[in-house]
């Protein structure tokens, strides 16, 4: 089983969800959607190695407002780990 590591930045409200090596990462493409902006970043092979999701979660729900409200500064991306 692969091992996964989830990357979110409240600021930015982006995830990004690494399956491979991000020492690995080559390129990246934005995914063709109109309603996305979504980046798929791929390893030397083409290989999608991650993908970063852009706007997780709609403005009522932005976290980077929500702590500002409440003082809280957050520049580092949270990891989220099992």
Do not use: C
């Amino acid at each position: 089983m692969a091992n996964v590591k989830i990357l979110f930045d409240p600021i930015a409200n982006t995830m990004n969800i690494w399956w491979g090596d991000p020492q690995n990462a080559y390129s990246s493409v934005e995914v063709d959607d109109p309603k996305r902006n979504d980046v798929i970043v791929m390893d030397k092979q083409g290989k999608p190695i991650s993908i970063e999701l852009i706007g997780v979660f709609p403005k009522e729900l932005n976290v980077s407002d929500i702590t500002h409200a409440f003082g809280v500064k957050k520049t580092e991306p949270f990891l989220l780990t099992n």
